[in-house]
């Protein structure tokens, strides 16, 4: 019978430990290549994240690098309406009304091009992000609480994001005390008591 030479049946003992640890060598290097892949393939990932991050945080410093200007002229804009608001009151020249109305078209137009725009509150209700309550007011309609019931000052955004708070008074419900709400109810018990006591036969 000719000798296998493929097998492992004659081979010395220093022979078959060698080839399993030939095995084993194999089965660690391909065991680290794909420990090596995943930290790869994290790290590919995170470095992606970090450069969406970084180029939305680009776009927002170009969007808002002038938002300090901005809130400066929207200041101006309150001194506009002002000038706007007395000439009608107390000018009767007609070009000089004209005169300011156009100014405040164009600058109305500039700044909404720079992407600013009036935050429109009035007749919502309160919302702390883009409202500055100056003064309550007490009303009696509970529809009315907690709603914008005035402007005092405009306020503004600027792509979304809020440039200046507007200042605004809100409704606040009057809750009438015990002794009130016992003299109205002791009122209305007279009145009734003293049409009940008029004779208005003849």
Known sequence: MKKDHFSDKGKSHDDLKGTHDE????????????SLMEQLLRARAEFDNARKRWD???????????SGLLQELVGFMDVIEQALKTVNEHCK???????VELMQSNFISLLSKKGVEVIDVKGKAFDPH????????????????GMVLDIVQKGYKLDGKV????????????????VE??????????????????DTTL
């Open 23 to 34: 095995k084993d060598n194999i089965k660690e290097r391909c065991q680290t290549c794909e």
């Open 56 to 66: 939305r945080d680009r776009v927002d410093i170009i969007k808002y690098a002038n």
């Open 93 to 99: 020249d007609e070009q000089v009304v004209k005169g």
């Open 130 to 145: 883009t409202c500055e309550m100056v003064a309550p007011c007490d009303v009696e309609d509970e529809g009315q609480d």
């Open 163 to 178: 440039l200046r708070t507007t200042k605004v008074i809100v409704g606040m419900l009057t809750k009438k005390t015990e």
């Open 181 to 198: 709400e016992q003299g109205i109810e002791n009122k209305s018990d007279e009145v009734e008591d003293g049409e009940k006591g008029t």
